[in-house]
């Protein structure tokens, strides 16, 4: 499994934000995949969590400080996680072909490949922006990197944006009854794991498949479940009006297929997990995607 480390920005430890706090969402996130979704089959990943450095752990630093990069050279809490692999280079390039902004000169090889290989690029994440018609590029900022991907241009390129959209709806209820973790500004990404491969491995392919993530709770908060309905009903439905979580979660109103798509992946996984916890006379997740859309019609 390949790597991805989150290192604390420094001053950052002693924020309500810290690292330690995501570091133990994510894992209430993980452990909650891990209980239900096999029932639910959301079809969405989390990154597997490795393990936790601290910024005390002296064998690990004296061992390993040297080894990063000048300006990461310090000593602070930092988190080791399952690494998200970029889309294909073929997926990449269309990225670039379809998206790259061609209105004042074609797009020449030349800078085709420029783009291509340049680094930051080469770690292509898309982002599901289902929220969101469409957004314009330009020349200066284009950037593979957590590339934006609108509605309208997913259904040109005809992804399965209903599943999508069932797929978001079940991890947020995973995230908030399974892990009581409010998923507040949380990001859905395409990306690609390796996997194994069809015996191939000796001429050097590595074989992908694309997946859907879900990933970064750095803002986000617990949510009491012994808490009144009221609380908690709040709690959910105000982290998912704010952050970036409107570009993600279709529009009520704008797009009512698609959100309906996500409001039933919601409502049974929700329902599954609360008959599962023994709660479900306590809340009523259809009750509460009621509240979320009179919510969201005031708040937007
Ligand atoms: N596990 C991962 N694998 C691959 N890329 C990741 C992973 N976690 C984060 N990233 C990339 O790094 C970016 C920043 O990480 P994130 O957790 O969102 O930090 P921040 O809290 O600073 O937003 C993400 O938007 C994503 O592109
Ligand atoms: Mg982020």
């Known amino acids: 499994m390949s790597m991805a480390m989150k290192k604390e920005i420094p001053g950052n430890a002693s924020l309500p934000t810290s690292l330690l706090h995501e570091y133990s969402l994510h894992r209430a996130v993980v452990a909650a995949f891990?209980?239900?979704d096999g029932a639910i089959k959301s079809d969405v990943r989390v990154p597997r969590l490795s393990d936790i450095v601290h910024d005390t752990d002296d064998e690990f630093w004296e061992q390993n400080l040297h080894k990063f990069p000048p300006s990461y050279r310090t000593r602070n809490t930092m988190v080791r996680m399952e690494r998200i692999l970029p889309l294909p280079k073929v997926v990449r390039k269309a990225l670039i072909a379809h998206f790259y902004p061609q209105d004042t000169a074609p797009l020449d090889s030349a800078t085709l490949s420029n783009i291509l290989n340049a680094a930051p690029n080469k770690h292509?994440?898309?982002?599901?922006?289902?929220?969101?018609?469409?957004?314009?590029?330009?020349?200066?900022?284009?950037?593979?990197?957590?590339?934006?991907?609108?509605?309208e241009p997913?259904?040109?390129?005809?992804?399965?944006?209903?599943?999508?959209?069932?797929?978001?709806?079940?991890?947020?209820?995973?995230?908030?009854?399974?892990?009581g973790v409010n998923g507040d500004d949380v990001e859905f990404v395409l990306g690609t794991s390796a996997v194994k491969g069809q015996g191939d491995e000796a001429f050097g392919f590595q074989h992908r498949a694309v997946g859907f993530y879900l990933l970064d709770f750095g803002q986000c908060d617990l949510v009491d479940l012994s808490d009144d309905v009221d609380v908690v009903y709040q709690?959910?439905?105000?982290?998912?009006?704010?952050?970036?979580?409107?570009?993600?979660?279709?529009?009520?109103?704008?797009?009512?297929?698609?959100?309906?798509?996500?409001?039933?992946?919601?409502?049974?996984?929700?329902?599954?997990?609360?008959e599962e916890k023994k709660l479900e006379k306590k809340f009523n997740v259809e009750d509460f995607m009621r509240e979320y859309e009179e919510y969201a019609e005031d708040f937007l």
């Not at 990197?145 to 609108?150: C, M, T, V």
């Not at 005809?158 to 991890?171: F, N, T």
Request: hydrophobic share 45%; charged share 15%; net charge positive.
């Open 34 to 36: 891990d209980q239900y």
């Open 154 to 179: 997913m259904q040109h390129l005809g992804l399965d944006v209903m599943g999508l959209a069932a797929s978001m709806g079940k991890a947020f209820a995973i995230m908030h009854w399974g892990a």
């Open 124 to 151: 292509c994440l898309v982002r599901t922006y289902l929220g969101r018609k469409n957004g314009g590029f330009t020349r200066q900022t284009f950037s593979l990197r957590n590339f934006p991907l609108y509605l």
């Open 235 to 274: 709690a959910f439905k105000g982290a998912m009006v704010t952050g970036d979580n409107q570009l993600f979660i279709p529009h009520f109103e704008k797009s009512r297929e698609m959100f309906a798509a996500f409001r039933e992946g919601y409502i049974g996984a929700g329902q599954t997990i609360l």
